[in-house]
C-alpha cells in the first residue's frame, strides 16, 4: 500500500528505520483489517471469488511487508543491498502471473453470476492490481508531503523503491 519518498537529507537514518518499520506493521495489519472489515463487518459472503480477490491483496500487502523489513535490515547492517532482493525478482513474477490469473478468473466469475458473491471479489483482485503495479513497477502511493511535491513538481509517477531495488541489483 505504503511507498515512501526519498528521505530528505536531514532525516536521521533513526527516522528512516522508524518510517520502514512502521511501513511493514502498516502492511501487515491492513491484511488483517482488510480481512475484517470484508468478511465480517461488511458481511461479504465467503465465496472463491471474494476469497480469491481477498487472497491477492492480502498476498501483496504480505511482500511489501517483507521488502520494507529487508530494506529495514540493509540500513541498519549497512549492506550494499537488500537481503533477499533475488526473493523479490521471483515474487515479481510468481504475483504477475497470479494477480493476472486470479483477476481474469473473479472477473469471469462476476460477469456469470454478478452480484455480492463476485463483485467485491473483483474489486478486491482490483486493487490487488494497484498493489501489484505500486511494488513493482511505479509508485503510486503518496502519502507524504515530499511525496505529494515530488509529484506535483515533477507531474508524473516514479519508479517504485522496490523497482529500482530489482533494477540495480539485478
Known amino acids: 500500500m505504503a511507498e515512501p519518498s526519498r528521505p530528505p537529507a536531514r532525516w536521521s537514518p533513526g527516522r ?24 465480517v463487518l461488511l458481511k461479504m459472503p465467503a465465496t472463491w471469488p471474494n476469497v480469491v480477490g481477498f487472497a491477492l491483496v492480502a498476498v501483496h500487502l ?19 543491498r537488500p537481503p ?3 526473493a523479490f525478482r521471483w515474487c515479481r513474477v510468481l504475483c504477475g502471473v497470479t494477480v493476472g490469473i486470479g483477476t481474469i478468473a473473479v472477473i469471469v466469475a462476476a460477469v456469470r453470476d454478478p452480484g455480492a458473491g463476485t463483485i467485491p471479489g ?5 486493487f490487488a492490481v494497484a498493489e501489484y503495479v505500486n511494488y513493482f513497477h511505479v509508485q503510486l ?16 509517477l516514479h519508479q517504485s523503491h522496490l523497482a529500482m531495488d530489482l533494477r540495480r541489483h539485478g
Open 16 to 39: 528512516v528505520q522508524a518510517r520502514l518499520r512502521t511501513l511493514a506493521v502498516l502492511e501487515l495489519t491492513n491484511v488483517a483489517l482488510l480481512g475484517v472489515a470484508a468478511f
Open 62 to 80: 504480505i511482500v511489501g511487508a517483507g521488502y520494507w523489513l529487508a530494506k529495514l535490515r540493509q540500513l541498519r547492517t549497512g549492506a550494499a
Open 84 to 86: 533477499g532482493i533475488e
Open 122 to 126: 473483483v474489486l478486491l483482485a482490483l
Open 141 to 156: 502511493t503518496h502519502d507524504t508531503a515530499a511525496d505529494l511535491r515530488r509529484l506535483v513538481r515533477t507531474r508524473r
